[in-house]
């Protein structure tokens, strides 16, 4: 596979990853042959992928450990992220941000334990803490890259102002935010700014949680833990609102023997070098259906033709409910 550089400090990887959430929560019943997940993220790296997300808030934990003992015969041979920056109660369960320095470098001390390696990758803080100023996170990464135990510094869902004032302090390799053609707000702002300062953009949720497949629709009925039935763009009259978007990748997608899904991580390819998007599954058709995506190439004419339409369509329900949103800085 076509390999690609986040950031400015050398770090490459394969142009598309694999999210390893959902092998452990948020898609409804959890897999219950673990075995199965660890041969799945094993033929990943067989078909190419070098670039494997996850953080010790999926599951809680478990996901590090599924992750760690899966790529445990390979791993100088792949680049594994986590991410930082939740409290935990006595049982495991979440309590809220923390950024604070003792917390990051007890979070990291236990990614490590997990995932049964001497170093992370790409650590990402998860969530911007209001609490703890970034340019104190940056440092306390900064540190623990000094030490060995983390080798580039990204954030998740964090806004402009605070890139630049982390970036300021220590270089940020990467940005995980949500992007795809059901979710274009990083246009707005953010891609100049990474492109101005030299970091990569993981986009994350590349095929709107599924919506963007084909494969969801206004009757699809979602099993009991997953999370889109608690999100308002996956209500049934969103759903059927933004069908609309679907029918469009599903056009180009035929022109192009291609699928739906496929277009849509091609779409996300095009828009720029950095940019590394991580579907995730827990199905090999699915993960080599999601690689062939590097195979489909859209003409400038392809890709003016889906903004154009695109730009006519308009997505219809909030992307979290508010008390999710109220942790996304901006």
Not at 31 to 58: K, S
Not at 185 to 196: A, D, S, T
Not at 280 to 308: F, H, K, M, S, Y
């Amino acid at each position: 596979m076509d390999r690609r550089s986040l950031g400015s400090g050398g770090l490459k990887v394969s142009a598309l990853g694999f999210g390893c959430m959902g092998m452990s929560q948020s898609f409804g019943p959890n897999p219950g042959d673990r075995g199965q997940m660890i041969g799945l993220l094993r033929a990943a790296v067989d078909l190419g992928v070098t670039f494997f997300d996850t953080a010790e808030v999926y599951g809680p934990f478990v996901n590090e450990e599924l992750v760690g003992e899966a790529l445990a015969p390979v791993r100088d041979q792949v680049v594994v992220a986590t991410k930082f920056g939740f409290a935990f109660d006595g049982h495991g369960r979440q309590t809220g941000l923390s950024s604070r320095p003792d917390h990051i470098r007890q979070a990291v001390d236990g990614s490590l334990r997990r995932l049964g390696t001497d170093w992370i990758d790409l650590l990402y803080q998860h969530r911007v803490d209001p609490q703890v100023a970034i340019e104190e996170v940056a440092g306390t990464v900064g540190e623990l890259v000094t030490a060995g135990k983390v080798r580039h510094f990204g954030l998740s869902e964090a806004g402009t102002r605070t890139i630049r004032r982390a970036h300021a302090v220590y270089p940020v390799t990467a940005l995980q935010s949500e992007y795809s053609l059901f979710w274009r707000e990083p246009e707005e702002e953010i891609l100049r700014v990474l492109e101005e300062l030299g970091i990569g953009l993981v986009p994350f949720s590349p095929l709107g949680r599924g919506f963007l497949t084909g494969r969801i629709d206004q009757a699809t009925q979602f099993g009991a833990g997953d999370i889109r039935a608690t999100l308002p763009r996956f209500t049934a009259e969103a759903r059927a609102a933004n069908q609309a978007l679907v029918d469009l990748l599903g056009r180009i997608a035929e022109g192009k023997k291609a699928t739906p899904a496929q277009v849509a991580l091609a779409w996300l390819l095009a828009q720029r070098p950095w940019i590394v998007p991580i579907p995730g599954t827990r199905r090999l058709e699915r993960l080599e259906e999601n690689l062939g995506a590097v195979d489909v190439q859209l003409t400038p004419g392809d890709l003016a033709a889906i903004n154009d339409a695109a730009a006519e369509i308009t997505v219809v329900g909030a992307r979290y409910p508010e008390a999710m949103q109220q942790m996304i800085d901006r």
